[in-house]
């Protein structure tokens, strides 16, 4: 069902062009930066690809390279790969969006700058996001704890911490192998300076 109705009375098409999709490895095709965004919305033009570059994050970096938004994408980093995925999502401007792992095998940086690029495209938007990153999730409306392929457990974050179940022994797995005791200490002597 989608917004109350059976998703097989929906022409494909026409679902398609409502849903974006954001992946652990998004595939970037032969060709300039500007052909890979612009995929996102094929009769956009290079302002609207350079708007939406700067949503996520990535026009800065891309007005660096020698030939700007003609350079080869396939030569990016994974990080900007992601970014140009992300900028096709702005791009598109989709109702609903699909964000499967979109911040693995990123550096901490390359990670929050995706967060934010995500962060501001979720607004008024049905987003579902599929992560093993408490980070990534945590600011969810409902998430929904998988445990063998099953749903085990579900909530908001506060109500499944209270739980004391299987989303609680995640977090806070996560929370020490992160070492989020020592992050926290060091961020209070920070500030007191």
Excluded: C
């Excluded at 390279?65 to 995925?85: E, F, M, N, T």
């Excluded at 063998?148 to 299987?166: A, C, F, I, N, Q």
């Amino acid at each position: 069902m989608l917004d109350g109705e059976n998703l097989l009375d929906f022409q494909t098409n026409a679902l398609r062009r409502k849903i974006g999709l954001v992946l652990q490895k998004n595939h970037i095709f032969k060709g300039s930066i500007e052909e890979n965004i612009r995929y996102g919305n094929i009769k956009a033009r290079l302002t609207e690809i350079e708007e939406a570059a700067r949503k996520a994050y990535l026009h800065e970096q891309i007005e660096e390279l020698p030939h700007k938004y003609k350079s080869d994408a396939q030569q990016l980093s994974g990080g900007q790969q992601q970014r140009v995925a992300i900028a096709r999502l702005f791009l598109k401007n989709p109702p609903i969006i699909f964000l499967d792992e979109p911040a693995a095998s990123l550096d901490a940086i390359a990670t929050e700058q995706i967060k934010n690029s995500l962060d501001a495209i979720k607004e008024n938007r049905t987003v579902v996001v599929i992560s093993h990153s408490i980070s990534q999730i945590i600011d969810s409306d409902v998430i929904f704890v998988l445990e063998k392929g099953r749903v085990v457990e579900s909530g908001t974050h506060e109500k499944l911490y209270e739980m004391d179940g299987t989303y609680r022994e995640i977090f806070n797995a996560s929370a020490r192998s992160l070492n989020l005791d020592k992050i926290s200490r060091t961020l209070e002597i920070e500030e007191m300076f």
